[in-house]
């Protein structure tokens, strides 16, 4: 079990170790991930920003999702959520999680867009894996986008989701697996949703960082 999320972050990003310096691209998914990607992408003296992928939650439930979207649009449905749903119904939910993913990204991100990725090592961090939606969404994200190699880290998830994400990417890096896994914040002995202030305050910290080394070396 980890402290909070940046003992989860600083251990994965040791996990991570031989990718220090290798001029990798480490994209956490907002929110939970920006803290746990920080402290990944501070260790490997990556590059570092956020790609905004937002579960598509079912009508009657919006806790339960039936699959998510990620800010290019790549979707990735659970058939066994969405058998019950119409076209309409689902483009609802759809065009609602649009316009959040843009509002998403015009506060974390000052509506800059993400890194070239194209044949490039991307190391897609969050603080957890639960059911995978907004996970699997982003790697189609970034298989789009042309990456040369798709790293998938997280201090915790269950074991059945990791063996479907080592199917879609090159690696994949999970330090804790609970014997009785059904949310993230079991691995966590202080676990809260991050705002999105919280997760932008981890973009600002990052980018003073980037500035006070570039003086530093001037």
Known sequence: MFIDRKDGGQKLAQALEKYKDENVIVLGIPR???????????????EFSLLVSRKLGHPDNPEYAFGAIAEDGSTYLNPEA???????????VIEEQKREIQRRIQKLRKGEALPELKGKTVILVDDGIATGATLFASITMCKNKGAGKIIVAAPVSGREIEQE????VDEVIILEQPRFYHAVSQ???SFFNLSDDAALGFMKKWEQEKK???EKVH
């Open 187 to 189: 691995g966590y002995e």
């Open 165 to 168: 994400i080592k199917q879609k």
């Open 32 to 46: 939970g991930g920006a803290e746990t990607a920080y402290y990944v992408a501070k260790h490997l003296n990556s």
């Open 212 to 214: 006070l080394i570039k």
């Open 82 to 92: 969405t058998y019950q749903l119409t076209p309409n119904e689902m483009d609802r």
